[in-house]
T-cell receptor, first 109, second 112 residues
């Protein structure tokens, strides 16, 4: 059974800092990995999707990497802003989508 | 383009009551699914459908029923609500196996 773990569970950083969120998974036989953002009381917003054949994807200040062989993905956020404060979820898909519990990020002004 | 629409946004039920959570998508996606989100546990798959007339169980299906009579709609039924079903429920859709999923805004359900 696929297990997805996100570390740390919570992270607080000052504005402007670069940061890395981690996601690990136990079964490397995946089709893709997707990073989401979730604001309190809201739904999930897709940030980046990495197919299993890809190593990384970039969107603006966000960069996600995927190392299937080691079962790891990272989400890099450059020059963090208070508006980046949210919970970040990673999910891996093969037959269905398995989620990590998320990292709650707070960026302090 | 409305995307994935869930109704209601909030609901309080008494133990033993039944209700249906609605999910509709206007993107002509074949695949639709229901998840529940509980504190500290991430999202867990309840049921999914790969097309009209086809449904299957996910990780936590007990206490829930689904049907898929049209491509657009995928309702989730709670037959006899229990306090353990207090959760936030999300519906998602996607076109094919390898592409990104789109989520609704969620339904916050409380069973008392």
């Amino acid at each position: 059974k696929q297990e997805v773990t996100q570390i740390p569970a919570a992270l607080s950083v000052p504005e402007g800092e670069n940061l890395v969120l981690n996601c690990s998974f136990t079964d490397s036989a995946i089709y893709n990995l997707q990073w989401f953002r979730q604001d309190p009381g809201k739904g999930l917003t897709s940030l980046l999707l990495i197919q299993s054949s890809q190593r990384e994807q970039t969107s603006g200040r966000l960069n996600a990497s995927l190392d299937k062989s080691s079962g790891r993905s990272t989400l890099y956020i450059a020059a963090s802003q208070p508006g980046d404060s949210a919970t970040y979820l990673c999910a891996v898909r093969r037959n269905d989508m398995r989620f990590g519990a998320g990292t709650r990020l707070t960026v302090k002004p | 383009n409305a995307g994935v629409t869930q109704t209601p946004k909030f609901q309080v039920l008494k133990t033993g009551q039944s209700m249906t959570l609605q999910c509709a998508q206007d993107m002509n996606h074949e695949y639709m699914s229901w998840y529940r989100q509980d504190p500290g546990m991430g999202l867990r798959l309840i049921h999914y459908s790969v097309g009209a007339g086809i449904t299957d169980q996910g990780e936590v299906p007990n206490g829930y029923n689904v049907s898929r009579s049209t491509t657009e709609d995928f309702p989730l039924r709670l037959l006899s609500a229990a306090p353990s079903q207090t959760s936030v429920y999300f519906c998602a859709s996607r076109p094919v196996q390898r592409t990104e999923a789109f989520f609704g805004q969620g339904t916050r359900l409380t069973v008392v």
